[in-house]
């Protein structure tokens, strides 16, 4: 299971006047709402403001990122499911993501929260959606690591 070593959970961040932008696909819904409902029930304790924004597929999140920063996002939640297939499809699709998502946030000099599932079937999926008898919450995880970067990126430019 991927959440071994994970982090003992934190006290819950302030990300008052935070603005963030929750970007997800639109593949496997059921996953992909589990994540949503995650990234969502964290950004309201943090008391942040957000907004959702959909994309066709995993590919289009870095695209939807880096217009979300030019239109005044302090953080992106980006969310998203890419399911093994039987072609070299999977990997091109995972690295494109993982790469444009890690140059946009370095550009921006803002955080990307990344819950993007690569994942080999459908229920490792959603043993990680954050759904009643998930094992794990990534979208949750994905936000809170989002407002958490955000917060520190503020402090260090003082």
């Given at each position: 299971m991927s959440g071994a070593g994970a982090p003992t959970p934190q006290e819950p961040v302030d990300g008052t006047g935070l603005n963030v932008v929750i970007i997800a696909g639109t593949?496997?819904?059921?996953?992909?709402?589990?994540?949503?409902?995650?990234?969502?029930?964290?950004?309201?304790?943090?008391?942040?403001?957000?907004?959702?924004?959909?994309?066709?597929?995993?590919?289009?999140?870095?695209?939807?990122?880096?217009?979300?920063?030019?239109?005044?996002?302090?953080?992106?939640?980006?969310?998203?499911?890419?399911?093994?297939?039987?072609?070299?499809?999977?990997?091109y699709v995972s690295a494109a993501t993982t790469d444009g998502l890690t140059r946009v946030s370095l550009d921006a000099g803002k955080p990307v929260g990344f819950g993007v599932l690569t994942l080999d079937d459908e229920t490792q999926g959603l043993d990680r959606a954050g759904l009643p008898g998930s094992k794990e919450d990534k979208g949750a995880e994905a936000a809170d690591a989002a407002?958490?970067?955000?917060?520190?990126?503020k402090h260090l430019r003082g």
């Open positions: 593949w496997h819904d059921t996953i992909t709402d589990g994540l949503i409902a995650g990234a969502e029930r964290t950004l309201n304790a943090a008391q942040a403001t957000h907004r959702l924004v959909r994309v066709p597929g995993s590919f289009e999140l870095a695209l939807a990122a880096q217009a979300a920063f030019a239109g005044g996002a302090d953080a992106v939640v980006a969310l998203g499911v890419i399911i093994r297939g039987g072609t070299p499809h999977f990997e407002i958490r970067t955000a917060l520190l990126v």
